[in-house]
Structure formats: C-alpha cells, structure tokens
C-alpha cells in the first residue's frame, strides 16, 4: 500500500512512522502510536486510552469495514481452495459445504481483530473522524 500521507502536514508523532508501519502495529494488537501496549482490551474492543502513551483511541469510527475486509480476504482464500477441489470432485459436496462453513467462519473470525487493528491505525495515521479534532492549530484535517 503506498504511503501517500507521508507529504502531508501532520504531528511529528505520526509523521515519523509510515502508514504502513501503523497499520502493522494495529494489525499485531500493539498501540499504533507506542508501539508498547495492547490496542484491544476485548477481541474488537479498544482500550479507551493507551497505557503507554495516553492516546485516545476512543476516537476511531471503524464501524463494519474490517467486517468488510475480513470477507473480503476469506472469501479469496477460500473460493479459489473450493473450486478447486469442488471441480474435480474430489469430496462430496457435504464435506466441501462443512469446508466453506468452518472455513469462512474460522477465517472471518481470526482476520475481524487484525483488520479493525489496521483501519484504527489508518485512521490515526490520516486524521480522521475524531482523531481530526486532535490536529494541531493550523493544519487541515484530512477525511
Ligand atoms: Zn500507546
């Protein structure tokens, strides 16, 4: 993913680290801005500040877009395992179905965490929604 945030005016924090990084940190359920302690206090609850630096990550208006993303990234996984193995009838179509279920399930479930992880960071990374109103006094917020 390019970093095309990196020529814009933004805190020096944020600035030092590409968005890149940020997202890896929230992807790993470390704070994007520390680096130090967990951004999840619960499985897709954030913790309101962050133990290490005091962000607040309160802030962030993921809503159903790691949802996306996590379906998004199953279903490629698995669609291409499916008609492959379903064209050459190589299971009965009952085991291929328990496949899919199990499949997008497990799938789904162990991506949600890592993809919200990476949207709050992006969004950190490019002030938006309430990390907007963090910005310093005159810079533009970015949406
Ligand atoms: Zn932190």
Redesign the pocket.
């Known amino acids: 993913m390019p970093d095309s945030a990196r020529n814009t005016p933004i805190a020096p924090d944020r600035a030092a680290i590409s968005a890149t990084q940020l997202a890896l940190r929230g992807m790993r359920n470390h704070?994007?801005?520390?680096?130090?302690?967990p951004?999840f206090r619960r499985y897709l609850k954030p913790v309101e500040r962050?133990?290490?630096?005091?962000?607040d990550w309160t802030l962030h208006q993921a809503d159903d877009f790691p949802a996306y993303i996590a379906i998004f990234i199953s279903g490629h996984l698995l669609a291409p395992l499916l008609i492959a193995v379903g064209s050459r009838e190589l299971l009965p179509m009952g085991v291929l179905a328990l496949i899919a279920i199990v499949g997008a399930l497990v799938l789904t479930i162990a991506l949600l965490q890592p993809a919200k992880g990476a949207v709050i960071a992006l969004q950190y990374h490019w002030k938006m929604h309430g990390f907007a109103a963090e910005t310093a006094a005159g810079e533009r917020p970015r949406d």
């Not at 704070?31 to 130090?36: E, G």
């Not at 962050?50 to 962000?55: D, M």
């Open positions: 704070c994007p801005r520390c680096d130090t302690k951004l962050c133990a290490g630096c005091g962000q």
